[in-house]
Every structure is written in structure tokens, then in C-alpha cells.
């Protein structure tokens, strides 16, 4: 099986900064997109960014500009800098990937449990 888990969420104060990780494990043969979402209270789940495993990335409106999204391939790695924080990023992150499996020979969606980031005005 495949595991994703997220690390790095907390509360902060508008304009602050924080950096999301979320590290894949088990029995990993290939990651293709990873991406980050987030869910605010109220609101369905909304893409926030998503690289590809050469690094082409694509960012939300409401985010372009001060996140960034990066991946380290060696370590099933995803990460998500957050600068320049407010209050309406507040909102559960969850990274996803496209895992292909060792012994498969198609892609599956992965879901981390989610990490809570708070912005406070």
C-alpha cells in the first residue's frame, strides 16, 4: 500500500509564512502529478497547485505569487511554501499523488489526512 502524510500546518498570523510537506511511502514505483488542495469550512475542495515530476508547476489565482510548490523525487516528497498569508487561505491542505504501485501498471490517486493551516487577522 501507499501512504501519504502531511506535516507543517499550524496557526498564523496574517502575512506569516509556513511550509507544507507531504511525504509518500511503500511500495512506490513511479509518483507522476502530486498536487495540493484545500478545503475551508463550507466550501468544496479546491486545487491549490500541482507539479509534475519535472517540475512543471501550476498555481490557483488566489495563490499565485506567494506559494510555491516543489517536490524532492528522491524522497516522494511534495512541499508547499506558503508566504504572505490571510485569513481566507485558512482551510484543511491535502497533498495528492498519482502513485504507480510496484506490480501495477497504472497510475492510482493517493490522498494524504490532511493538515490544518490557520491564518488569524
Known amino acids: 500500500q501507499v501512504q501519504l502524510v502531511e506535516s507543517g500546518g499550524g496557526l498564523v498570523q496574517a502575512g506569516g509564512s509556513l511550509r507544507l510537506s507531504c511525504a509518500a511511502s511503500g511500495s512506490i514505483l513511479s509518483i507522476n502529478l502530486m498536487d495540493w488542495y484545500r478545503q475551508a469550512p463550507g466550501k468544496q475542495r479546491e486545487l491549490v497547485a500541482s507539479?509534475?515530476?519535472?517540475?512543471?508547476?501550476n498555481y490557483a489565482d488566489s495563490v499565485k505569487g506567494r506559494f510555491t510548490i516543489s517536490r524532492d523525487n528522491a524522497k516522494n516528497t511534495v512541499y508547499l511554501q506558503m508566504n504572505s498569508l490571510k485569513p481566507e487561505d485558512t482551510a484543511v491542505y491535502y497533498c495528492?499523488?498519482?502513485?504507480?504501485?510496484?506490480?501495477?501498471?497504472?497510475?492510482?490517486?493517493?490522498w494524504g489526512q490532511g493538515t490544518q493551516v490557520t491564518v488569524s487577522s
Open positions: 495528492n499523488a498519482e502513485v504507480l504501485r510496484v506490480g501495477l501498471y497504472r497510475y492510482e490517486d493517493y
Open positions: 507539479i509534475t515530476k519535472i517540475g512543471s508547476a
